[in-house]
């Protein structure tokens, strides 16, 4: 277990065997799994360190008067690939879902093996505020998967709302909006490059081998790979 306390009467502990985390702030306490990690946002100035940590509709506001605070970059590094939607496993030839819904601590994971998949397509719903300022506002933001097997599609949630009841709205101009489009729109590349890989295995004797890595890199970056499985990869395209 992992403990931070890296502002004053807050303190977070992760436990990574069990996937969970601890947060004590003031008289607001939660503990819960990390995959209920919805979105998380860090932002370092001159100012000082700020992280935003939203899980279970409850956002925690942590501040360090050192822009370069130590305990929140870690805390950070540790717990952001838990906001991921989607895990793919490569060598099972799996695509994992992980739906988060916001008030419910009951996950909905789903497993599907990457020759189900048919098609993937992004769903966006938006809204006006009506107001003195017009604004514009988020009420549905998912990818569709159809399968071969099903006749419903396969939902990925991102956001949605209920617009009827909704209090805390989604503006298109918000970092976590933003956040989640960039999130949602790379995940529906890496699910129709899996599709692209089963059903049109000879295209990729045509990819340029460099520009193939270069992907992977990014996807090592992102956290969505390992160091062992992007070496893996690096050896296969340059015949190493």
Sequence with gaps: MQTFEPMRKTKITIDMENK???????S??????LLNLDYIEA????????????????????????????????????????????????KREILTIIN???NKTKLLIQEINF??????SLIENKQMLHSSVNKEFITRLQLHINLKSNIQPIIIDYIVTNASLIT??????????????????RDLALIKNIYNKVNLPHTNQLTDP??????????????ILSQEEFDKKKKELLNL
């Design 43 to 90: 932002d370092f100035s001159e100012a000082g360190s700020k992280l935003f940590i939203d899980i279970l509709s409850n956002v925690f506001k942590i501040y360090s008067g050192n822009w370069n605070d130590k305990q929140i970059t870690e805390l950070f590094n540790i717990i952001s690939p838990f906001v991921n939607r989607i895990e793919i496993d490569e």
């Design 28 to 33: 607001k306490e939660l503990k819960t799994s």
């Design 20 to 26: 969970e985390i601890y947060i004590k702030q003031k």
């Design 100 to 102: 988060k819904f916001p």
């Design 210 to 223: 460099f520009s193939e890595l270069k992907k992977y890199k990014e996807l090592l970056n992102m956290g």
């Design 168 to 185: 805390k709205k989604i503006y298109t101009t918000s970092k976590k909006y933003l956040f989640l489009y960039d999130m949602c729109q």
């Design 115 to 120: 020759n189900e998949i048919v098609d993937c």
